[in-house]
C-alpha cells in the first residue's frame, strides 16, 4: 500500500505501509457481561462468544462502590443452557493485594447472609 489507487486521492492524515515484518495485534474488546458466580480466586461469567482456553484478558468488576481491574484466565468454556451464548469459567491470574481481599472478604459476606 504505497499510495492511493490511480484517479483517488488520500483522505487520510498519514499514509499506510505494509510492515516488512510481521506486527501482531491484540484486540480488547469492552463488552459487557454477567458476572454468574464468584469466588475469591475465580468467577463464571456469561459471554456471546467462546474465548479459547488459557487466554488471559482483562476485567474490570464494578461491586458499585469498588472498580476491580484484573486479568483472568479462561479456564473452561460451556454452551449456556438457558441463553444463548456460553457460561466461561475464569481465574483470576492477576490482581492487586487489596483488590483480591475485597473479592474474599465480599464473597464470605455474602455467604454468610445466604447462610443466616
Do not use: C, W
Not at 23 to 42: F, I
Not at 48 to 56: I, R, T
Not at 64 to 91: F, H, K, S, T
Request: glycine content about 10%; overall charge negative.
Amino acid at each position: 500500500m504505497s499510495g492511493p489507487p490511480a484517479g483517488r486521492s488520500e483522505r487520510r492524515a498519514a499514509s499506510r505501509k505494509i510492515p516488512p515484518e510481521i506486527v501482531r495485534a491484540h484486540v480488547v474488546l469492552e463488552l459487557d457481561s454477567s458476572v454468574l458466580t464468584l469466588s475469591a480466586k475465580g468467577m463464571g461469567v456469561g459471554l456471546g462468544f467462546a474465548p479459547p482456553a488459557g487466554s488471559v484478558h482483562a476485567f474490570v468488576l464494578n461491586f458499585g462502590g469498588r472498580v476491580v481491574n484484573l486479568q483472568g484466565a479462561v479456564r473452561n468454556v460451556a454452551p449456556d443452557p438457558d441463553l444463548p451464548g456460553y457460561v466461561v469459567g475464569i481465574e483470576f491470574v492477576t490482581m492487586e493485594p487489596a483488590d483480591a481481599e475485597f473479592i474474599e472478604d465480599f464473597v464470605t459476606r455474602r455467604l454468610a447472609e445466604i447462610s443466616s
